[in-house]
């Protein structure tokens, strides 16, 4: 899985799970499989801040905050 090792540092090499903002958010070193099982269903306190209607993952909500007004920006910029 393409994902788990973006995410998972080892010996030699530090990656995403060690990187401070992740740290930080996350509240500590997660593996691929803890970071995932925090990713579930976005609760009724994260109604705030552009829902997304459908969308069914905490994961995928906060990438549509995310992105979604930068690649609507990008279209418009674009024409």
């Given at each position: 899985m393409p994902a788990l090792?973006?995410?998972?540092?080892n010996r030699d090499f530090k990656r995403e799970?060690?990187?401070?903002?992740?740290l930080?958010?996350?509240g500590g070193d997660l593996s691929f499989v803890e970071m995932v099982a925090?990713?579930?269903v976005p609760g009724v306190e994260e109604a705030g801040g552009g829902?997304?209607?459908g969308e069914p993952s905490r994961f995928g909500l906060y990438a549509r905050r995310l992105?979604?007004?930068?690649?609507?920006?990008?279209?418009?910029?674009?024409q």
């Open positions: 090792g973006e995410w998972e540092s799970n060690r990187e401070n903002e992740h930080l958010v996350l925090r990713s579930g829902v997304v209607p992105w979604d007004g930068l690649l609507e920006a990008e279209k418009v910029a674009s």
